[in-house]
């Protein structure tokens, strides 16, 4: 089993290696699993991002990081918003009623910490990858910002790692584990 989780960390610390000198260009959001794109950023190809009526193209960038397992944007001194974050609203008020909230009509505390987090004009840039065992990585970014990825589960897919718009396969770990059926 040793043997495995080194080979793991070893195939994992070469993929991530490709995000550093990357800008953190985008963040977006399905459900509840969270994209980071990296590098120069560009339209989405249709087949990638349909156009929508009531929602423009979005951008990718050069990689593009999904992640489906707990995670956290953090500073030395704070989390500045996680996975959790999702299901906690931006503001309550004394007529605030959790079962009439909605996170995704009513808004929650992650899209608005990283909505604000990409309109400042600080580039945060990512300067090295730490990894510790099982896929949990921290990606170390400018300005004393990390971005903290642990998976939790002995199953299901954590995250993956790949250049939209490039036919070639995903890097994707899942069950804390280089998933090679899917790479």
Known sequence: MSLRSNTDNAEIQSALANLTG???GAAHRAADMRMFH??????AAPSIIPSRKDKPRGMVGDFALHIQCPWRIETENEI??????????????????????????DGNKQD???????SSNEK?????????????????LTHGIRIAVFPSGAVAEDWR??????DEAHFVVAGGRVDRDET
């Open 22 to 24: 990357l800008e953190l």
């Open 38 to 43: 990296f590098g120069t950023m560009r339209p």
């Open 80 to 105: 500045l918003t996680g996975r959790s974050d999702l299901w906690e609203p931006v503001q309550e008020s004394d007529e605030f009623r959790y079962d009439e909230w909605d996170y995704e009509k």
């Open 112 to 118: 608005d910490v990283i909505t604000e987090f990409f």
């Open 124 to 140: 945060a840039v990512v300067e090295s990858v730490e990894l510790t065992l099982h896929g949990q990585f921290v990606l170390l």
């Open 161 to 166: 790692l790949f250049r939209p718009g490039i």
